[in-house]
């Protein structure tokens, strides 16, 4: 599969620089793949460069992550001050472009992105770190890495419990991120859990952070992946969906039907209405 990682890279652009649009008062940035793979890469040397930077956060954004959003102003900040919001979901790039970025493209964070980003890391020797998942999950995961990355250094990974962290076990967990030099950390516990994670720390790390969802079942070989035909439909929700009934029903059940409505206000709106070229800095706090 030709991924990022396989282009010429181009020049990282700041995520100031970046068009975006705030879709249900949530911003997701206009940017491709070979860009989001280059800039994410590009953090990771930073942190490796200098150790007193703070963490930046990478989302990876869907319907379900903009219903939250739009249903709990809190996360909605957090999200909007990630420094990349990836229109990960195909919605997410109908509804740039339907807002005025007629040239959005997907960026696909599992496998694709992914995928690019630990060649990027093999060839530059930056170091991941993976945190979420199940110890099975995870021994998966890392033969997978070892498979076909051999020459990539991740040199941390744990699977947290469901509960909530004690204290003391967070306070381990931010010294062992460290002590490991993790440079690229990896959060796959779920939206919006791995956002606000992610948020809460970082202050407290120096690397990059990327939620990632259930990537670690994926490459590891827990779950497929959708069919291409569904993938390019939008319909990769109903695929996990049919995989796992019990756990995806209520959640697809309770978002979907309400962003196809609440959407579609907003974009007659932004056509009708005239605020089709939004700037993109403004959102729903």
Known sequence: ????????????????????????????????????????????????????????????????????????AAFRRVVNGADLVLPDGVPMVWALRLLGRRRAQRVRVSP???LSLFELGERRAFSIGLYGGTDE???????????????????????????????????????????????LLLVGIG?????????????????TMMGVGAAFDLLGGKTREA?????????????RLLLEPRRLWRRHLKHNPRFVFLFGGQALAARFGGRAREDGRRGKD
């Open 1 to 72: 599969m030709a991924s990022a990682g396989t282009h010429a890279p181009s020049q990282p652009r700041t995520p100031r620089s970046l068009p975006s649009r705030h879709v249900l008062g949530m911003r997701v940035d206009e940017i491709d793949p070979v860009q989001a793979a280059e800039t994410i890469a590009t953090w990771a040397g930073e942190a490796h460069a200098d150790l007193r930077r703070p963490a930046r956060m990478v989302c990876a954004a869907n319907v379900h992550m903009t219903m939250e959003a739009h249903d709990d």
């Open 137 to 183: 999950t995870l021994a998966a995961f890392t033969a997978f890495l070892r498979s076909h990355y051999p020459a990539l250094r991740c040199v941390w990974a744990v699977a947290p419990p469901f509960r909530p962290p004690t204290a003391v076990e967070d306070e381990q967990t931010v010294e062992a991120v460290k002590s490991a030099g993790v440079q």
């Open 112 to 114: 694709d992105l992914l």
């Open 191 to 207: 939206c919006p859990k791995q956002e606000r994670w992610m948020a809460a720390h970082r202050s407290r790390l120096c690397c």
């Open 227 to 239: 069919p291409v035909w569904m993938q390019r439909a939008g319909l990769e929700w109903l695929f």
